[in-house]
């Protein structure tokens, strides 16, 4: 079983920077790959970064790629997301998920554990 646990979300102006966490535990010494993913009221979950637990293969939607950057910490067991030159239309509540393997997917279904969300909200 992996249980996430995330944190980092806020409060933020336009061009600032946040970092978000993901505590991921059950993913110590096997082959996890952990995404990020961002919800908005009324919408579906929307793919924002994934990176594979071994060798930190990572891939980024087109919205945030050179602004955001995922990274996984092999011994603290948490990856992160972190997001600079945030824009308004980054706001959203924002989700860590996980899937057995060492195979990136970027449809939501294709994850089996998530974390809580925690919100992120750009201010113009």
């Known amino acids: 079983q992996v249980h996430l646990v995330e944190s980092g979300g806020g409060l933020v102006q336009a061009g600032g920077s946040l970092r978000l966490s993901c505590a991921a535990s059950g993913c110590t010494f096997s082959s996890c790959v952990i995404g990020w993913f961002r919800q908005t009221p009324g919408k579906e979950r929307e793919f924002v970064a994934v990176?594979?637990?071994?060798?930190?293969?990572?891939y980024y939607a087109d919205s945030v790629k050179d602004r955001f950057t995922i990274s996984i910490d092999n011994v603290k067991n948490t990856g992160y997301l972190q997001m600079n030159s945030l824009k308004p239309e980054d706001t959203a509540v924002y989700y860590c998920?996980?899937?057995?393997?060492?195979?990136?997917?970027?449809?939501?279904?294709?994850?089996?554990?998530w974390g809580q969300g925690t919100q992120v909200t750009v201010s113009s």
């Open positions: 998920a996980a899937r057995r393997g060492a195979i990136w997917a970027k449809t939501p279904g294709s994850y089996d554990y």
């Open positions: 990176s594979t637990w071994i060798g930190g293969s990572t």
